[in-house]
């Protein structure tokens, strides 16, 4: 099975800790782009009509500040160019200050089954900080739009002035408001945006602490029954993103709109940062990519390796003997060596120790090298 992505780029404020492709400055051409993606999604489906994919996911940006006709429309397409299993995942991303009851209704129609919602924190005052559009009243208002939903929340650990109780009572919001799958990610201050100039000044966390807020929020998670199936990752049971497990076990998936990435047959391409040149490229026929390269062996047995350390299940002996004909301790063997400290066996699995799994590029790093 494979996975479609569809990338969204407008939003209503970028956020300051934000260095993904997004615009908000470009709605005059929301119309125009969106019209060039659902042209696209037809030119990347004939040429892979023989592939079945599992899961949609329309990621930004904010998908959910468009006009929901938009993603109804781009997956009407997806449906009559993509082949599709019969119970696919369609996941859409979502900023709770642009949601409403019509949007809602609308992504149903559509057929989108699973909802991610960007709490990132339940103190009002951080929300502001780090420049959402949104505030604590309107996180519960969208929960209160999806109840009896598939819905995951995302919280962000690494904040100005966060401390173990902030991300505690986010948690906790999350859950009691029926969330069942929470995405806990630490804040990674990139240059160029404008929360590096906290980091650079020292005002944000340290390593250490944010390490000892991820142990904070990782005991409530579990508190409220949440397991923990890839590092920052937490799901009640079978609430599981298929989607992002796609990506963990290295599987294959088209990327499409600007900025987006691909890995099919062994090729990994990217399309155009550019919304104007991804739109002429598009209208011209020709495909917008501006980077395309073939994934060696050992780069391809290094991915399998790292994005099976990240997750709970750890790396399956019997997957990559099928998927490279070879025993990974074999191939890695000075780095296992180094690190077998630090895994568990268990059958035919490897697995970092659970209390190692929150430090594991220490541990990753090892393999780089093979």
């Not at 407008?10 to 400055?25: A, E, I, V």
């Not at 929901?68 to 369609?90: D, G, H, N, S, V």
């Not at 604590?136 to 002035?161: H, P, Q, T």
Request: hydrophobic share 35%; charged share 25%.
């Amino acid at each position: 099975m494979a996975g479609i992505y569809l990338h969204i780029p407008f939003c209503k404020h970028k956020c300051t800790y934000c260095d993904f492709t997004s615009f908000p400055d470009r709605m005059s051409i929301a119309e125009a782009y969106m019209a060039c993606l659902i042209r696209e999604i037809a030119q990347r489906g004939k040429q892979l009509e023989r592939m079945t994919f599992d899961t949609v996911y329309f990621g930004g940006g904010t998908p959910s500040y468009v006009e929901p006709e938009y993603i109804y429309a781009a997956m009407k397409q997806i449906r009559k160019c993509f082949r599709l299993t019969e119970k696919p995942e369609i996941t859409i991303e979502m900023n709770p200050g642009t949601v409403s009851e019509k949007k809602i209704a609308m992504y149903k129609r559509a057929g989108i089954n699973r909802f991610s919602v960007g709490l990132q924190t339940a103190i009002d005052s951080q929300l502001e900080e780090i420049g959402r559009i949104h505030n604590v009243r309107d996180y519960l208002y969208c929960a209160s739009l999806l109840k009896g939903e598939n819905f995951s929340a995302d919280v962000m650990i690494g904040l100005k002035g966060q401390t173990a109780d902030d991300v505690c009572k986010t948690i906790e919001l999350a859950a009691r408001s029926g969330a069942k799958h929470i995405s806990m990610y630490a804040l990674t201050p990139a240059d160029g945006t404008p929360i590096y100039t906290d980091y650079l000044n020292g005002e944000l966390p340290d390593a250490d602490e944010v390490a000892d807020l991820y142990e904070a929020g990782y005991a409530k998670l579990k508190e409220f029954g949440f397991r923990r199936y890839e590092v920052s990752n937490f799901c009640l049971k079978g609430y599981e993103s298929r989607h992002n497990l796609n990506y963990w076990k290295r599987g294959e998936y088209i990327g499409l709109g600007v900025s987006a990435s691909s890995f099919i047959n062994g090729q990994r391409f990217t399309n155009t940062f550019d919304p104007d040149e991804y739109m002429k490229c598009v209208i011209s026929g020709f495909p917008p990519v501006i980077e395309s390269e073939t994934v060696g062996e050992k780069d391809a047995k290094f991915e399998f390796v790292m994005l099976a350390l990240r997750t709970a299940d750890g790396i399956s002996s019997a997957a990559y003997q099928k998927a490279f004909g070879s025993d990974w301790k074999s191939d890695f063997a000075q780095a296992y060596e180094k690190t077998k400290e630090y895994l568990e066996e268990d059958g035919d699995s490897t697995r970092i120790r659970e209390e190692y799994l929150y430090v594991q590029n220490s541990i990753l790093t090892e393999y780089m090298n093979g």
